[in-house]
């Protein structure tokens, strides 16, 4: 493999960390993004000998050996039937989009008869370390020579190879991401539409409010289109993100109307349901000596109480689609293993779950917050419904840009939360 050239196709951020790593360990890459940015991209490069940008797809498509497409999935057919047909005879090419099957169609409808297809999905973000992350490798046609020079390539990932479907893997993340990035985004616009910002607020900073917090920062300050691809497109993301509104608004009717008996009876069925099976082994994941080290606010001496409807809804919403997300550990996103790790907090202490049932009941302190998290979490799931990309952008970047103030401390502190609570919470 001296002469094998890898091809990249969209010099985003996970483009960028791509070209950059496998450059790093000596494979020459040809690459490219929208023809605006050819000179952009050519000074960025033009200390790195072993990337050489090019102006267009068709250049890069026709000098590789293995091409990797890194655009939006919503654009994935458009830029494969454009540049597709110029693929080198006989050459491997892959996606690395979250949302496996409009790629796997563009494949099929675009590329010549003579290319094989072997896609990847790095789950994970463009600024978190690949090593030790789930990276999953879809043979869909090609030969097992192929598949074993693509595995190659992609060692130097140093990640952990997880082989899939097409459509297995669409699955998959439908169950661990596109219900976790619905839980934070609804937390961000809610906060918005009560013009808060939470580490402002005592109710807000300490223990698992961090997490909280710092992740949906996280998610506000990436690009909207990723979040987008993955829950529209996939054909499995739908039902989840629309039966997390609908436990968000189940559980939220039964604090409004007092019904304690009937909402504690769900919760702790629920419960039974995701984590009754589970063989705990050792103390829990998350302390809350770890969590309050990442705060953006002053902890408050005396911690306000909260029901955690963000959180009850999510095991409510595993529970009534019948998930056990300790069944996807395998390739789970570090925001993925965060969110069940602050679940389990909760599930696995009876006296704070019981804390928790009561104050839902008796305590009003959040109600307007949950009023606003229940909108929210509805109007996300309608636009996901609807298949309405321009909404999602909208609804997206105009929270985006309320919080883009605090992006730069958020992500200093949230890259530090997550290296460390990611290495106390290897299974």
């Not at 992350?133 to 060692?155: G, N």
């Not at 559980?251 to 099976?277: C, D, N, P, T, W």
Request: aromatic share 10%; proline share 4%.
């Amino acid at each position: 493999m001296d002469n094998f050239v890898i091809g990249i196709i969209g010099m985003g951020d996970m483009g960028k960390m791509y070209a950059r790593r496998l450059s790093d360990a000596g494979w020459r890459v040809n690459a490219c993004d929208r023809e605006e940015k050819y000179e952009k991209l050519c000074k960025e490069f033009a200390d790195r000998k072993q990337i050489q940008i090019f102006p267009n797809g068709h250049l890069v498509s026709r000098a590789s050996d293995y091409i990797i497409y890194n655009v939006e999935a919503a654009s994935i057919c458009k830029v494969v039937a454009q540049y597709g047909p110029s693929t080198k005879q006989g050459a491997i090419v892959g996606g690395q989009t979250s949302c496996k099957a409009p790629e796997i169609a563009a494949f099929e409808e675009h590329l010549p008869p003579d290319v094989e297809i072997i896609s990847c999905h790095s789950l994970h973000g463009p600024n978190i370390d690949p090593r030790g992350q789930p990276l999953v490798i879809i043979q869909h046609r090609a030969s097992d020579t192929s598949f074993r020079k693509v595995e190659h390539v992609l060692s130097c990932l140093g990640s952990k190879h997880v082989y899939l479907s097409a459509s297995k893997h669409d699955r998959i993340t439908a169950d661990t991401q596109a219900v976790t990035h619905a839980a934070f985004l609804s937390m961000g616009k809610a906060w918005h539409a009560n013009k808060q910002f939470p580490w402002e607020i005592a109710r807000y900073v300490g223990g698992i409010e961090n997490v909280k917090i710092n992740l949906t920062l996280r998610i506000y300050s990436q690009k909207w289109h990723v979040y987008a691809g993955l829950a529209i497109l996939n054909p499995y993301a739908k039902e989840q993100i629309r039966q997390y509104a609908q436990s968000v608004t189940d559980l939220y009717k039964l604090m409004l109307g007092g019904h304690r008996e009937e909402l504690e009876q769900r919760i702790k069925k629920a419960g039974e349901s995701v984590f009754g099976k589970h063989n705990w082994d050792g103390e829990l994941l998350l302390k809350d000596e770890m969590l309050d080290r990442f705060s953006l606010g002053k902890k408050p001496e005396t911690p306000t109480p909260n029901n955690h409807l963000s959180l009850l809804a999510m095991v409510d919403c595993w529970s009534q689609l019948g998930i056990v997300p300790y069944d996807h550990m395998i390739c789970s996103t570090p925001l993925f293993r965060l969110w069940l790790g602050v679940t389990e907090y909760l599930f696995r202490q009876p006296a704070l779950l019981n804390d928790v049932i009561r104050i839902a009941i008796e305590d009003n302190t959040f109600r307007s917050d949950d009023l606003e998290f229940t909108f929210a979490a509805r109007g996300w799931s309608e636009a996901v419904t609807f298949g309405d990309f321009e909404g999602y952008r909208d609804r997206f970047q105009s929270t985006q840009k309320f919080f883009e103030p605090r992006f730069a401390d958020a992500t200093k502190v949230g890259n530090e939360m997550m290296k460390t609570i990611l290495q106390n919470t290897k299974r």
